[in-house]
């Protein structure tokens, strides 16, 4: 049986409230809504379609992961300071281009520079003229050096041994002494010239002598002369045959003085070539000297190239020992990248696919990437993976057009492009990979 509610509430109160709430209701039913209200399912559906077309023309390349390294063949060449010091003179500017062994700058030195790489192109002009010619080396050592700084003790001791050995060469005493021990021997040669050519004659009157001798024995024996003049001639033959031993003798101490005179000249000979070499191990010794004082405070470019500096450097600022100073780039450098391919996703990768280099040590937000191509793959792999070849067409030089400077043992982040697909074909890859789960 229903129950009969019976409101308490006052009839001219809720009368009031009912046309109050009549004129709200008729408000929000006459207003018209908005279109977006209206058409808002159809909107969704248009944008869905619109995101679902977009998906045919966005690629979306496949990437594969690899670690590389740079390597580089002529690569460029750092220039390091080998001791701590000022800066005194800086001769290069950025993008010069250098020779080998051309000075860069010069540190703080006790010397000065200038007259030590004089003195180490005098070494080097010694060295060629001491092969060819000693006689000729009190000509080149005309000046006197003595702002060497480090290198003083070694050029005094070099110009020791040289005038040491300045006395066996050109006008010194023991040349000069040869020179006369020769001239001695061309004249005992000349004596025993004429010592022969006198053995010669009275060994012919010997001979005469000898026949006359014969003759006389022959009267004598048929008493054709005296006994008297036989004798005679005896005598005259035995006076002519004693002067051949007497002959003899003078021409054996002829050569025994030239024999002499020749061991002299031997014996200067060899004083002369002891002399020469200790001159020659003092030369070489200041060399020595010379090279590590250039080594040490000389900035010298190791190979023909362009300058690139890797900081900000001015003279007279104070460089620390293994500070580098700017790099060499020399004109056919070639860059390539050696890559270690895992064996994840290892079929997709082909020759000449393009690669993607990002380095640590540039950011590629900053600097940008280095592209590459992959020019060989190894058919054995190793415990780690693949190892294969990327060429770097444009060097370093990156896609935000920043040329970067080579260092040894410059790592890198490798992205090998695969595949370039369409979005599309990825999300019905993916969906094609739930259902076949299924």
């Not at 209206?38 to 390349?61: D, H, K, S």
């Not at 580089?72 to 800086?90: F, Q, Y």
């Not at 005098?122 to 003229?129: C, G, N």
Request: proline share 3%; with cysteine; aromatic share 10%.
């Amino acid at each position: 049986m229903p129950q009969i509610i019976v409101s308490t509430a006052n009839p001219v109160r809720d009368k009031k409230n009912i046309k109050l709430l009549s004129s709200e209701v008729q408000e929000i039913i006459s207003q018209k809504p908005n279109w977006i209200v209206r058409n808002g399912m159809v909107l969704f559906l248009a944008i869905i379609i619109a995101l679902l077309i977009t998906t045919f023309f966005i690629n979306y390349p496949d990437v594969v992961n690899a670690h590389a390294a740079l390597i580089s063949v002529n690569a460029p060449k750092e220039i390091k300071t080998k001791t701590e010091g000022r800066l005194v003179k800086l001769i290069v500017k950025e993008g010069q281009q250098v020779e080998q062994n051309d000075i860069i700058g010069f540190i703080e030195s006790r010397a000065v520079h200038n007259e030590v790489i004089s003195l180490s192109n005098l070494v080097d002009t010694l060295q060629i003229v001491t092969e060819k010619n000693t006689e000729h080396l009190p000509y080149f050592l005309t000046n006197s050096y003595k702002n060497l700084g480090e290198v003083q003790p070694s050029y005094q001791l070099f110009m020791q041994a040289f005038r040491t050995f300045r006395q066996y060469i050109s006008s010194g005493y023991y040349l000069r002494k040869k020179n006369m021990l020769q001239a001695d021997i061309i004249f005992l040669k000349k004596l025993h010239d004429n010592l022969g050519r006198q053995k010669n004659m009275q060994e012919e009157d010997l001979s005469l002598a000898d026949k006359n001798f014969a003759a006389s024995k022959s009267l004598s024996n048929d008493k054709v002369i005296a006994d008297v003049e036989f004798r005679n001639e005896k005598s005259k033959l035995i006076a002519k045959a004693i002067s051949i031993p007497q002959m003899n003798a003078a021409i054996i101490n002829n050569e025994s003085s030239k024999h002499e005179k020749e061991k002299e000249i031997a014996q200067l000979e060899n004083d002369i070539a002891q002399q020469k070499e200790i001159f020659l191990q003092s030369l070489n010794t200041l060399k020595f000297q010379i090279n590590e004082w250039k080594n040490k405070y000389l900035l010298i470019a190791p190979l023909s190239g362009k300058i690139a500096f890797s900081n900000f450097l001015e003279e007279n600022i104070q460089l620390k020992q293994g500070q580098t100073i700017c790099f060499v780039n020399p004109e056919n450098t070639l860059y390539y990248a050696s890559i270690f391919v895992p064996q994840n996703n290892f079929g997709k990768i082909k020759l000449g696919e393009r690669i993607i280099f990002k380095l640590p040590a540039y950011p590629f937000q900053e600097f940008g990437i280095i592209n590459g191509k992959l020019d060989f793959i190894a058919e054995i792999p190793s415990d780690s993976g693949f190892t294969a070849r990327a060429l770097l067409p444009n060097g370093l030089l990156t896609n935000y057009k920043k040329q970067l400077q080579y260092h040894e043992g410059l790592s890198a982040q490798a992205e090998i492009i695969t595949e370039n697909l369409k979005l599309s074909d990825r999300i019905f890859n993916g969906l094609k990979s739930i259902f076949i789960k299924k």
